[in-house]
Structure formats: C-alpha cells, structure tokens
C-alpha cells in the first residue's frame, strides 16, 4: 500500500517505498525528489516510506516517541536527585526519593507503558485516517501549529481539573487515585504511575481533545500530535519533579502551575487539581497550601467588608 504521507503517490515509489531500500537510501532519494522539504520533513517521509506500512509506521513512530521523551526527560531529575547542591531548590528538601522507591516505580510505569498504554498507540493510525489527521510532509505553518497546541494545553487542563477533582472522592480515589499518591513528595519519574483507570481517563485529555477538535475542525497533523504529546509529557514529568527554580517557568508566567503547584498537591492531598494552569484552582478557591489558605481567607474577608460597607 503507498504511504500517504505524499499527497502525489506517485513520489513514493520514485523515491523507493517497498522496494527494499535502507532508510539512508530512501532519506538521500527524498532529497533529491523533495528539496523543498526541511530535515524533519525529510526524516518524517523517509520513515513512513522506509516502514512501507502506515499503520506500523504510525504506532511505533507514538510508542517510541512516548518512551523516549518520558524517559528522557525523567533523567536529568534522577541525576540532580543524587547532587547535594540541588538541595536548596528541593520544595520538601528531606525527602530524596530513595534507589528502591525509584526502582518499584520505574517497574510499575513500564509495565503500565506496554500494557495498557500499547493497544491504543496501535489503533491509532486507523482511527488518524477516519479522522482526517494528515501525516502528509510537508508540515503545516508554525502559525497553525502553536495556537492549536495552546488550545490543547488549555482544554487539557480544564479536563484534568475536573477529573482529577473528582478522583479526589471517595471510592474513586479508595481503589483508583490513591496509587499515584503513594509518594508524597513526587520525583519526574512518577507522573505516570498511576492506576490504569487513572491512566485512560486522565489520558482522555491528552488524547481524546486533540480528537474532539479534529472532529470539530476536520483538520489537523498528526507532527502537531506528536509535538503536543511531547510537550505535554514533559510538563508532567517536569510537575512532578520536585524542585522550584528560580529559572522555572512559573517564575515568567505566573499563571503556569510547574511543580511548586502539584508537589503541594501531593503533600496536602487536597487542593491544586490542575495540570497546567493555576486559573481553575484560584477561580475554585480549591489551591493547596497554607499560604493558599491565608489569602483565599484574606480574600473572603474583604469581599465581607466591602459588602457590609455597601448595605451601610
Ligand atoms: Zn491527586
Ligand atoms: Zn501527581
């Protein structure tokens, strides 16, 4: 079957698609048939022409991409772990995540990566193609791709608060929510050991509103898709971290939560519900703390004053 990954088939045999060729042959006849393709572009169609089958190409290129950037990211955090001098930007600098705490949790989330999350990863090519995501090069614009990953992080993040909130209740965080409390002060690599019902309802929103919106628009690249993902494992991964810099990103944009706002969340147990954005925490008066509390209670206070100066 030609790739589609060529809106003209017919540049998928001239380049070598299913006649054997190694991925650099294929890589070099691209860039003699395709130069106006940038190098990702290049390596992109290389892929899916190397593969000779969309749908492998499609689910290896989400699984390995999963994997590579979860752990990746995963690792500098491990390092600045073992390094005394991280300490002072620790936000609950006696617990150091020990060798064995770190190890189980390694365990659980690779088992939970292979089972669980691998029979999406490998539909998913088929649902792309009856949803309209384009895996065509060249790329969209940047001027598409930004403003749709920005939409993603905000619907995510209202997703996530809902959800999470309500993982919070009872019997849903008794018997699913509570494994992913299990460490009270998180380290990168535990922001996806979590029960596996946990995983799917909490992926709905990573997943599921890209999908919403391709539904709604008709359009959308699965190279956004990917990008999305990307960014949206490392602000997990970096929200479970550990650590506040003076260089974090919630420094620059106030209302970026980073992991001063879940590792709160994580050591109250309550409160701080979002992923990516303070505003539904601070709109809810649901932010965890006791600073959190002093001024929401400030807060209140104020607005009782004002009202009983206007009845006066
Ligand atoms: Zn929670
Ligand atoms: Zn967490």
């Known amino acids: 079957m030609v790739t589609a990954v060529f809106s003209n088939s017919t540049v998928a045999s001239v380049v070598g698609q299913g006649q054997g060729l190694g991925f650099g042959e294929i890589l070099r006849n691209i860039r003699m048939v395709e130069p106006g393709l940038n190098l990702l572009e290049q390596y992109w169609a290389a892929w899916y022409c190397y593969m000779d089958n969309d749908v492998l190409a499609t689910g290896l290129l989400f699984f390995l991409l999963h994997e590579t ?56 090519h088929p649902m792309c193609v009856k949803l309209g995501i384009s895996v065509e090069a060249p790329f969209p614009s940047w001027t598409t791709i930004i403003p749709e990953i920005a939409l993603f992080f905000v619907l995510e993040d209202t997703w996530h608060y809902w959800a999470h909130r309500l993982f919070h209740y009872g019997v849903f965080y008794k018997y699913i929510h509570k494994q992913h409390h299990r460490y009270a002060a998180p380290f990168g690599l535990c922001a996806e050991y979590a029960h596996p019902a946990e995983t799917m309802t909490l992926g709905f ?81 649901t932010e965890s703390g006791l600073e959190a509390k002093a001024t929401r209670e400030e807060r209140m206070k104020r607005k009782a004053e004002n009202k009983i100066k206007k009845l006066n």
């Not at 890209?210 to 999305?228: A, D, E, N, Q, S």
């Open 205 to 285: 929103g990573t997943v599921g509103m890209p999908i919403l919106y391709v539904m709604y628009t008709g359009k959308l690249h699965l190279f956004t898709l990917c990008l999305w993902i990307t960014l949206r494992l490392f602000q997990a991964v970096d929200s479970h971290s550990g650590y506040d810099f003076p260089w974090s990103l919630n420094k620059f944009l106030p209302f970026w939560a980073g992991a001063e706002h879940h590792d709160l969340h994580h050591h109250y147990f309550i409160g701080n519900y979002a992923s990516s954005f303070r505003w539904w925490d601070y709109a809810l008066e």
């Open 69 to 124: 950037m979860y752990f990746v990211r995963s690792l500098p955090w491990f390092i600045i772990d073992q390094i005394p001098y991280f300490r002072k930007y620790k936000i609950q600098p006696t617990k150091i995540p020990s060798a064995k705490e770190q190890w189980h949790c390694l365990k659980s989330v690779m088992l939970s990566h292979f089972l669980v999350e691998s029979i999406p990863i490998w539909t998913f």
